[in-house]
């Protein structure tokens, strides 16, 4: 089944005791805003859950989450709500993982580095398909680099007109059509040369603190890459201005203005900021 059509796996609808749902071991947020959370809450309280969760039935008589973990922490924290209705899909590991990556994708508040780190899920769920794919790498991650950064280098060599060895055409052939294939119904479409290009440096090449800061500012690729600048340049100020989400910025009288949310400056201003600090370093 294509990753774009998991909304046609069948579904029974239930009002389930939340005190029987299990977390979901396919969770890819990992920073949950406590505020964001009571603003769901009270608006679950005012107008009703509008998109029901997502559980798969357990031996014991318990569910297992898929999908809406924001949703459940909000109901379970500030209402007074002791059940939820859910989407109870009988599936197996793979269909749920499958799920799982394809409503997270579709949610546009994920930050950058978590949309990409369940993309990295939803690319290793189906080429995990194949046994020789799961030799590459120990984790999803090492994985999809491998595997993409050695197809691009054997795209490279044949544009070059480079000698090609014939275990790279077997494996560029047996590969190159699952990975476009994936890539191209994939909830949001995009390249898979530009993913490997673009997106997977900024898990790769930055610092874990770095990629934790953006997840938790909410910031965008440009903006990630260019907070990962300024750790570089002067950690203690990274965790000055990671610490309290804002750049400092002074008036004429080098006072303290009141500053916007890191988010909200453009990636050019993080990285004229970083520039600055170099250079009075």
């Known amino acids: 089944m294509p990753i774009t059509d998991h909304k046609n796996y069948p579904y029974s609808f239930s009002m389930i005791g939340i005190n029987k ?10 920073y949950f805003d406590e505020n964001t959370l009571r603003e769901l809450g009270a608006s679950i309280l ?7 969760i997502i559980v798969r039935p357990q031996k014991n008589g318990r569910y297992q989450l898929i999908a809406g973990e924001r949703r459940l922490r909000a109901i379970k924290a500030y209402t007074n709500m002791t059940i939820i209705q859910a989407k109870i899909a009988d599936v197996d590991d793979l269909q749920a993982r499958r799920i799982s990556s394809a409503e997270n994708l579709l949610r546009d508040d994920l930050s950058a580095i978590e949309t990409i780190e369940a993309t990295i899920k939803i690319i290793d769920v189906e080429m995990g398909k194949e046994p020789e794919y799961l030799t590459v790498g120990k984790t999803p991650l090492e994985r999809v680099v491998k595997l993409l950064s050695k197809l691009d280098s054997i795209r490279r060599s044949k544009e070059r007109g480079s000698v090609v060895l014939e275990a790279d055409k077997d494996l560029s052939n047996k590969f190159i059509g699952q990975v476009e294939s994936i890539f191209k119904t994939l909830p949001k479409p995009l390249k898979w040369q530009s993913f490997l290009m673009n997106d997977l440096i900024l898990l790769t090449d930055i610092p874990l603190k770095v990629q ?3 997840v938790k500012l909410d910031l965008n690729k440009a903006q990630t890459k260019a907070l990962a600048r300024l750790e570089q340049v002067s950690d203690k100020v990274f965790q000055d201005v990671t610490q309290k989400g804002s750049i400092p910025l002074k008036d004429q009288n080098n006072h303290l203005l009141a500053t916007p949310a890191l988010n909200e400056f453009s990636a050019r201003e993080i990285q004229a900021f970083a520039e600055d600090i170099e250079k009075t370093n």
């Open 46 to 52: 005012r107008e009703g859950l509008i998109e029901p």
């Open 212 to 214: 934790k800061a953006s």
């Open 21 to 30: 749902i299990d977390p979901s071991p396919y969770q890819h947020r990992k």
